[in-house]
Each structure stands twice: as structure tokens, then as C-alpha cells.
């Protein structure tokens, strides 16, 4: 599984939530490739009308991260990107994504932003992650809902303990 970390400074971007992928758009055509500019996504499965279907969301809604060295002309630049409220910081400087923390999404979404299904079993109530995302992750998996296809996960983003839903397949044991 190939990382998409491509140098050490991750940032995050406060954007308009719903308005994550347009906000992504606006800064690649700004910066042109500059930046690398990622939306981490989840496939989920979803039922309406008691029909299931498959559905992408954002695994941290109202959020962008750029990876690259921000200067201040740019910093400025960010400010006028419509759909964008801000960009995270702490004292007067940009906030850096800790890189252990960039570690774990970048795991999650390889290179393709979105973080597909994990195939789990679940033997005595213990949780064995066989392919996909989480594999090796299990320390990190609070509970699963197997009627829902999913498994709430504890990540830190920015400092902070999140959980997230996560898709997954539960096995069945032979």
C-alpha cells in the first residue's frame, strides 16, 4: 500500500461544509500544482427507502489538507478562496497536521483520497481486520455495527481524539 505523504507539512483548511471538493478545485486551479491538495473521503453504504446503496463522504466534513511549505504571499492567497473560512493556526503561525497523525490517514486513504471497505471477522467478540484500510488497525476500532456495515474508529486530527464511521464487510467464519 503506497503513502501519499509527500513532504513532512500537512496543514488543514477550515472550509464551508458541503463545499469541501469545490474549495479543493478552487485552490488547484490557484496554485496550480504548488500544493498538493487532498479531501480524505469514506465509502459508506447507506439505506433510504429501504433501498442500500453506496454513498462518498467526507471523513472529516468542513475540512482540506494541503501538504507543502506555505509561504505568507500564499497564506494571503488562501484568505480569497471563496467556500474557504480559514486557515488553522496556532500563535501566528500555520498549525502543521502532527506527522504521526498524517501517518494513520495517509495509511487509510492511500493515493486515491478515499478510504474504501475493510473486511473484518468478528470471532468472540474480538474484531480481526483481513483486508482493506484498517488492517492493523484494530487497536484503533471502538465498535462495530454489523447491520450497518460499520466501524466507528478513533483517529486524532489537529490535536484532537475524533471518531469516525468507517465502512467495512463482516465476514463470516468458516
Do not use: H, T
Not at 496550480?32 to 469514506?42: A, G, L, N, Q, S
Not at 453504504?45 to 442500500?52: F, S
Not at 467526507?58 to 473560512?85: A, C, H, Q, R, S
Not at 496556532?90 to 502543521?96: D, L, T, Y
Amino acid at each position: 500500500m503506497e503513502k501519499i505523504v509527500y513532504n513532512s507539512n500537512w496543514y488543514a483548511l477550515f472550509v464551508k461544509s458541503g463545499q469541501e471538493n469545490k474549495v479543493k478545485e478552487r485552490l488547484e486551479y490557484k496554485f496550480e500544482d504548488k500544493y498538493r491538495i487532498i479531501v480524505p473521503r469514506r465509502k459508506l453504504k447507506e439505506r433510504k427507502g429501504g433501498v442500500w446503496s453506496y454513498v462518498i463522504r467526507p471523513l472529516f466534513p468542513g475540512y482540506v489538507l494541503v501538504n507543502g511549505e506555505i509561504n505568507i504571499e500564499d497564506y494571503y492567497g488562501f484568505k480569497n478562496v471563496p467556500g474557504l473560512f480559514k486557515l488553522l493556526c496556532s500563535g501566528r503561525e500555520p498549525a502543521r497536521i502532527e506527522p504521526y497523525e498524517m501517518e494513520v490517514i495517509s495509511r487509510l486513504i492511500s493515493n486515491s483520497e478515499i478510504i474504501g471497505f475493510s473486511d473484518v471477522l468478528v470471532e468472540d467478540g474480538k474484531v480481526i481486520v483481513v483486508d482493506g484500510p484498517l488492517v492493523s488497525m484494530e487497536g484503533r476500532i471502538l465498535r462495530i455495527n454489523q447491520r450497518k456495515g460499520r466501524a466507528q474508529v478513533m483517529l486524532n486530527f489537529m490535536g484532537e481524539p475524533r471518531v469516525v464511521e468507517l465502512g467495512i464487510n463482516v465476514l463470516q467464519p468458516v
